[in-house]
């Protein structure tokens, strides 16, 4: 096996070249999707079973941003209030859907379960591939392995929270929310294992007529029964519970729950070695999946902004989530209000399941490159089930073992939330940044190109060894000044959210209210430095070049 470095860069691009003309010259998708993965020196051993509807599901349902307000809706209320939730909020949608368009224009570039790391050895120099898709690939491995446990221990929690909104009696108990919270895992363990191939895809798609269905279901009761604020306590009320000192520092600190309601924006980059056309279908997948989440989730914030009720008896509810006495304030029932929180809570439930599945592919994929220790084991693909059980079963043993950790300080364990936006948000940060050089310096070449009948193949063969690019854009691109400007605006929101994602809530810090997800993906990133000094330097020299 050979590092892809150690290959020229002419050959880089005859290799590109002539996988674009075996994609033409073929009508089947499976010829093309092999065609795409040669290209970037892989092997095709994973079952393609994602469709275009599936994969689809699978991104939209992972995001589930209008549910996953609800778990986070604490932290932008007491941080900017109702207004610094509304505006926050639109900041977010913006910045994540900038964030969406390069993650599309990486993936229809290079579509590999790899995403970020694989990504970054491309477009960095020579000189700096090796380190800096190492680091790239930890950051993406960290935070999936936080989204995940964090999605767990949220879902645990409501389901807590259900119990103490139906049983006014019921006390909370932390081994009680690590049972919760161990089921969850083994739910999702089931769907990925036993279910092989097949059964995921099938679920996803079940997943987004639920997540279409369920809203309405939620916001038509929510508006029709609740009393209604006015709209300058919606638009103009700002509120600064952390004690900072100014109400622009208190929105920014705040923005971090909004922010986590559209986390796992690659998760379906992680699966494209198991979509057909997945240069295509996967950004496809990713813009409308911001779009409708988007809209979905705008919607049902100013639903709940504007049917508030006491702001005081939500923020105070025995059940844990403020959204769980809203409900009960609206409909003035405890039957209803279970009803439509159960909604939320099966949807966070079910996404667990996604978040497994591009977890152990990330996992995978960079443990098929001899990034992570025991890599020979993470890397075997189930010739029965088609996937990568032994990642799973380790991505969701992690989990089990950090489901621990709310039995000595569930403080420490909520601020994996952060750690996940930090993970996450910085690898996409590399990602952009690289692609931003890129693009100014002309270091990736567009293949419409070619059709310029007074330029011969082999003169535009020439024009891109000259120009030393190994880029090819793929069918998602947006061109020009759009792009730059685009991706400029990716930066800086990344810049802003990874930077406040280490802040505590309040500026009056104490165990209770410290911020430890610094400590958390420090400590994990010095550990894989050491790792990669002591052994990983060595067996490690980026993407492996299987054929």
Same mark, same amino acid.
């Given at each position: 096996?050979?590092?892809?470095?150690?290959?020229?860069?002419?050959?880089?691009?005859?290799?590109?070249? +002539?996988?674009?003309?075996?994609?033409?010259?073929?009508?089947?998708?499976?010829?093309?999707?092999?065609?795409?993965?040669?290209?970037?020196?892989?092997?095709?051993?994973?079952?393609?079973?994602?469709?275009?509807?599936?994969?689809?599901?699978?991104?939209?349902?992972?995001?589930?941003?209008?549910?996953?307000?609800?778990?986070?809706?604490?932290?932008?209320?007491?941080?900017?209030?109702?207004?610094?939730?509304?505006?926050?909020?639109?900041?977010?949608?913006?910045?994540?859907?900038?964030?969406?368009?390069?993650?599309?224009?990486?993936?229809?570039?290079?579509?590999?379960?790899?995403?970020?790391?694989?990504?970054?050895?491309?477009?960095?120099?020579?000189?700096?591939?090796?380190?800096?898709?190492?680091?790239?690939?930890?950051?993406?491995?960290?935070?999936?392995?936080?989204?995940?446990?964090?999605?767990?221990?949220?879902?645990?929690?409501?389901?807590?929270?259900?119990?103490?909104?139906?049983?006014?009696?019921?006390?909370?108990?932390?081994?009680?929310?690590? +049972?919760?919270?161990?089921?969850?895992?083994?739910?999702?363990?089931?769907?990925?294992?036993?279910?092989?191939?097949?059964?995921?895809?099938?679920?996803?798609?079940?997943?987004?007529?639920?997540?279409?269905?369920?809203?309405?279901?939620?916001?038509?009761?929510?508006?029709?029964?609740?009393?209604?604020?006015?709209?300058?306590?919606?638009?103009?009320?700002?509120?600064?519970?952390?004690?900072?000192?100014?109400?622009?520092?208190?929105?920014?600190?705040?923005?971090?729950?909004?922010?986590?309601?559209?986390?796992?924006?690659?998760?379906?980059?992680?699966?494209?070695?198991?979509?057909?056309?997945?240069?295509?279908?996967?950004?496809?997948?990713?813009?409308?999946?911001?779009?409708?989440?988007?809209?979905?989730?705008?919607?049902?914030?100013?639903?709940?902004?504007?049917?508030?009720?006491?702001?005081?008896?939500?923020?105070?509810?025995?059940?844990?989530?403020?959204?769980?006495?809203?409900?009960?304030?609206?409909?003035?029932?405890?039957?209803?209000?279970?009803?439509?929180?159960?909604?939320?809570?099966?949807?966070?439930?079910?996404?667990?399941?996604?978040?497994?599945?591009?977890?152990?592919?990330?996992?995978?994929?960079?443990?098929?490159?001899?990034?992570?220790?025991?890599?020979?084991?993470?890397?075997?693909?189930?010739?029965?089930?088609?996937?990568?059980?032994?990642?799973?079963?380790?991505?969701?043993?992690?989990?089990?073992?950090?489901?621990?950790?709310?039995?000595?300080?569930?403080?420490?364990?909520?601020?994996?939330?952060?750690?996940?936006?930090?993970?996450?948000?910085?690898?996409?940060?590399?990602?952009?940044?690289?692609?931003?050089?890129?693009?100014?310096?002309?270091?990736?070449?567009?293949?419409?190109?070619?059709?310029?009948?007074?330029?011969?193949?082999?003169?535009?063969?020439?024009?891109?060894?000259?120009?030393?690019?190994?880029?090819?854009?793929?069918?998602?691109?947006?061109?020009?000044?759009?792009?730059?400007?685009?991706?400029?605006?990716?930066?800086?929101?990344?810049?802003?959210?990874?930077?406040?994602?280490?802040?505590?809530?309040?500026?009056?810090?104490?165990?209770?209210?410290?911020?430890?997800?610094?400590?958390?993906?420090?400590?994990?990133?010095?550990?894989?430095?050491?790792?990669?000094?002591?052994?990983?330097?060595?067996?490690?020299?980026?993407?492996?070049?299987?054929?």
């Amino acid at each position: 096996m050979l590092n892809p470095h150690a290959l020229a860069q002419s050959e880089g691009i005859k290799m590109s070249n +002539l996988a674009s003309r075996e994609v033409e010259g073929t009508s089947s998708s499976k010829h093309r999707d092999e065609a795409d993965l040669a290209r970037l020196g892989k092997r095709s051993v994973l079952k393609r079973s994602f469709g275009f509807l599936a994969v689809l599901g699978f991104s939209t349902t992972i995001l589930i941003t209008w549910e996953g307000l609800f778990t986070t809706f604490l932290q932008p209320l007491q941080n900017g209030g109702p207004a610094g939730a509304v505006y926050g909020y639109i900041f977010v949608w913006a910045g994540t859907a900038a964030i969406f368009a390069m993650l599309s224009e990486m993936v229809s570039m290079a579509p590999t379960s790899g995403g970020q790391y694989h990504w970054c050895s491309m477009l960095a120099s020579p000189r700096a591939m090796k380190f800096s898709s190492y680091v790239t690939g930890w950051l993406t491995v960290v935070g999936w392995q936080a989204t995940f446990a964090t999605a767990c221990y949220l879902t645990g929690t409501m389901i807590q929270g259900l119990i103490a909104l139906t049983n006014t009696s019921y006390v909370f108990h932390a081994w009680h929310s690590t +049972l919760l919270y161990w089921s969850v895992v083994a739910f999702g363990l089931v769907i990925n294992t036993v279910g092989g191939a097949t059964l995921l895809p099938k679920f996803e798609g079940l997943i987004l007529v639920l997540h279409i269905v369920g809203f309405f279901a939620v916001l038509i009761p929510l508006v029709y029964m609740s009393d209604h604020s006015s709209a300058k306590d919606v638009f103009a009320t700002w509120v600064n519970d952390g004690g900072w000192e100014t109400q622009g520092v208190s929105f920014f600190v705040g923005l971090i729950g909004v922010v986590f309601a559209f986390a796992g924006g690659d998760a379906a980059v992680h699966m494209a070695e198991e979509t057909r056309n997945a240069p295509k279908i996967v950004p496809i997948s990713l813009m409308f999946s911001v779009a409708l989440n988007g809209v979905l989730g705008f919607a049902m914030l100013l639903a709940s902004l504007f049917c508030l009720g006491d702001l005081e008896l939500d923020l105070e509810s025995p059940t844990g989530y403020p959204f769980m006495a809203i409900f009960l304030q609206g409909t003035g029932s405890v039957a209803g209000a279970t009803t439509m929180a159960a909604i939320v809570v099966v949807m966070a439930l079910c996404a667990t399941t996604g978040m497994l599945a591009t977890s152990s592919r990330m996992f995978w994929a960079f443990a098929r490159d001899r990034g992570v220790p025991g890599w020979r084991l993470w890397s075997q693909i189930s010739p029965r089930a088609g996937v990568p059980v032994n990642a799973v079963i380790f991505t969701a043993t992690v989990s089990t073992l950090l489901g621990l950790i709310p039995l000595g300080s569930p403080v420490a364990f909520n601020d994996l939330t952060s750690m996940s936006t930090s993970g996450l948000y910085l690898s996409y940060m590399v990602c952009c940044i690289l692609l931003l050089y890129r693009r100014l310096t002309g270091g990736i070449i567009d293949p419409s190109e070619t059709s310029n009948a007074d330029m011969s193949p082999a003169d535009y063969e020439q024009k891109v060894n000259t120009a030393g690019a190994k880029l090819v854009w793929g069918p998602f691109h947006v061109k020009g000044i759009f792009g730059v400007a685009i991706n400029v605006f990716a930066i800086v929101y990344l810049l802003i959210t990874v930077f406040f994602s280490f802040w505590p809530p309040a500026a009056e810090v104490t165990v209770s209210t410290m911020n430890y997800s610094a400590v958390g993906t420090v400590g994990t990133m010095a550990l894989s430095l050491l790792y990669y000094f002591i052994r990983a330097r060595h067996v490690y020299e980026g993407p492996i070049v299987e054929i």
